[in-house]
């Protein structure tokens, strides 16, 4: 197993990551450093690098240079496997099995106990909001519902490490804020997240923030940092602030 | 390679069987409709050919050998006397019908044919007595059914009024003694059923695995690439197991289908078949874009299998210039190992060579597979 430069106490560790299709640079000599425990909020507009960047950090996608390492191992890891959970942003879970069926399914791909899985599926469709309809087909549910189940398969087997593409896409007002809780609640146990969102002005829960714009990191820090480097009043303003100072 | 991700994923592809009904449906109903088409449409003999007779003999009634060969016909059912025509009428009316496509042929016995026969048994005769058939060659089977049920008649009274034959060919049967048509075919629909509908799944399965993005989400956990072509494998070599038990049920109630040796031997060269079909649809997932694409690949497999290997008529049928082909197509080895389980009664000793291939055919459709996916990465 190959071991990150960076230090036992990195979740993310990536050195000048690229990844090019053609002459399209998806993302730009990417450097990151994210610690054990912190809850991560990647932001930016479509096509600027954030999916592209998880899908290399958990193993789907090879960087053309650069490496990346997740919990010390170099991508894409093996021996973690097990300690990540990735929900991506289109669903990716099966409709045509219920919701318990999805559960069990990736409860079993990680090898989980049976009586563990029982428990955290309890805690986890609460979490989600969804335990009656846990014997209902998911094709039978709404877009809002489904997003939720994909959440609960990448959290199923209570990874170390968390990527999840947009998790609040199509959540409603309400729950999203419970949802924020549950973050802050891994977070506090001393699991990492890493999100990304459209929402800019859920993204000032988090403890860091990265600002991606056309493959690269415009900025980096607290979102009180960010707002008092670019003398804004909100994250989005922030955004478009540090925008400007990088020429497209 | 673990088992128990193994089975999870072979559970969840037959999971998503059991809650689509209508697929469910399809899977058992499209192999017994198969079997019961093709077991009525060719497993059944030639019936009721219309045909007429002129029957010129002049011998008397009581000696009259085309009297007695014309009886004979009657007694069956494959032809149908619409007429017997006589001296009087001639001949040309009678063929007319044959021309008008009314009737399928005109059997003609000549003037002097007791006679003609009695001399030819008796080796006096200086020419083969004849009959003389006018018939309407467009349907090869009709032609063929004529023949066969004129010359078992000639045969039946000959040997009745014990007059020799100048050669008589007497079949000793190693294999297959009454064996009829559906017995030759079943074995093929069998593996035809398993062929298809594994393939089908397979690639419209992984088509859309791809497609909704579920094969990224399960390759970020530990299960490997190996282990998801495995769970496939499992899954739909099942699938392709059930429905050849829905076809050998049918085929046994609805048409007393021949199984000399051991069915369930018939049954593993399915299964091996099914694995190596899926997988072959599963290698194809990697080329189609979507559902519609894949469905494209279906006649291309379809169809040089259903006319090259066997099935339908025997390889040696086939064309020469083509007969290398059938060779490549596995469906051959699975029909004729399932043939030669189910009508020649033979063990694994016998069919080993087609074990082998599909085998081999199975492991290269898995292992190619697996590539791919890792290739994907």
């Not at chain 1, 730009?28 to 909020?41: A, E, Q, S, W």
């Not at chain 2, 016909?73 to 019908?97: C, F, N, V």
């Not at chain 2, 090259?308 to 469906?331: H, K, M, N, Q």
Request: charged share 20%; aromatic share 8%; proline share 4%.
């Amino acid at each position: 197993m190959e071991r990150a430069q960076g230090g036992e106490g990195d979740a993310i560790l990536t050195n000048k990551l690229r990844k090019e299709y053609g002459s399209l640079v998806a993302v730009n000599d990417l450097d990151l450093k994210i610690g054990k425990g912190t809850l991560y909020g990647m932001i930016g507009p479509n096509g600027s690098g954030k999916t592209t960047t998880i899908k290399m950090l958990v193993g789907l996608l090879r960087a053309t240079s650069g490496n990346a390492f997740v919990l010390g191992e170099r991508t894409p890891i093996k021996d973690n496997i097990a300690r990540i959970g990735y929900m991506p942003q289109d669903m990716a879970i099966y409709t045509e099995l219920s919701v318990h069926e999805n559960l069990e399914l990736f409860a079993e791909l990680y090898s989980m106990d049976k009586e563990v899985f029982a428990k955290r599926e309890e805690n986890l469709l609460r979490v989600i909001d969804l335990v009656d309809r846990k014997n209902s087909l998911v094709s039978q549910l709404s877009g809002g519902m489904r997003h939720r189940v994909s959440l609960a398969c990448a959290l199923i087997h209570n990874p170390d490490v968390m990527f999840l593409d947009e998790p609040t896409v199509g959540v409603d007002p309400e729950l999203r804020v419970g949802f924020w809780k549950y973050f802050s609640e891994l977070k506090s146990s001393g699991k990492t997240v890493i999100l990304t969102t459209h929402y800019m002005d859920e993204a000032v829960r988090c403890d860091l923030v990265g600002m991606m714009r056309l493959g690269e990191l415009i900025g980096e820090g607290t979102p009180k940092q960010l707002m008092e480097l670019t003398r804004t009043q909100d994250l989005e303003s922030a955004f478009m602030s540090l925008s400007k100072k990088v020429p497209a | 390679m673990r088992l128990n991700r193994v089975l999870a994923v072979a559970k969840k592809n037959l999971r998503s069987l059991k809650h689509d009904r209508r697929t469910v449906g399809f899977l058992v109903m499209m192999p017994l409709l198969m079997i019961t088409i093709f077991g009525y449409t060719f497993g059944g003999n030639v019936k009721n050919v219309d045909v007429y007779i002129v029957n010129l003999d002049q011998a008397p009634q009581g000696e009259s050998i085309s009297v007695a060969i014309i009886e004979n016909l009657q007694s069956r059912d494959t032809l149908h006397i619409g007429r017997i025509y006589t001296t009087s009428d001639g001949i040309a009316p009678a063929t007319e019908k044959v021309k008008d496509a009314d009737i399928w042929a005109v059997i003609v016995f000549p003037e002097n044919f007791t006679s003609d026969v009695a001399r030819a048994s008796g080796g006096n005769g200086s020419q083969p007595a004849m009959i003389g058939v006018t018939i309407d060659g467009t349907n090869p089977n009709i032609v063929s059914s004529i023949s066969n049920e004129l010359l078992t008649a000639v045969r039946a009274v000959l040997g009745q009024r014990a007059l020799l034959s100048p050669i008589i060919v007497i079949p000793d049967l190693v294999y297959g003694k009454d064996a009829r048509f559906i017995d030759f075919f079943a074995p093929g629909v069998m593996g035809l059923a398993a062929m298809m509908v594994t393939f089908m799944l397979s690639i419209i399965s992984f088509v859309h695995e791809r497609g909704a993005s579920t094969l990224d989400r399960l390759l970020s956990t530990p299960v490997t690439e190996g282990e998801i072509v495995a769970g496939y494998a499992l899954a739909f070599g099942l699938v392709g197991l059930i429905q050849s038990c829905v076809i050998i049920t049918a085929a046994i109630l609805l048409f007393n289908v021949m199984i000399v040796g051991n069915v369930l031997l018939a049954l593993l060269v399915i299964f091996i078949l099914g694995v190596g079909n899926q997988g072959l649809g599963f290698l194809l997932s990697a080329i189609a874009k979507n559902e519609f694409q894949a469905i494209q690949f279906l006649p291309l497999i379809l169809f040089p299998s259903i006319l090259l290997s066997g099935v339908f008529w025997p390889i040696e049928a086939v064309p020469t210039l083509l007969r290398p082909v059938s060779y490549f197509i596995p469906l051959t080895y699975a029909v004729e190992g399932m043939r030669s389980v189910m009508i020649r009664g033979w063990s694994v000793d016998g069919i080993w060579l087609q074990l082998l291939i599909l085998t081999a055919f199975a492991i290269a459709m898995l292992v190619l597979s697996t590539y791919g996916l890792k290739r994907r990465r």
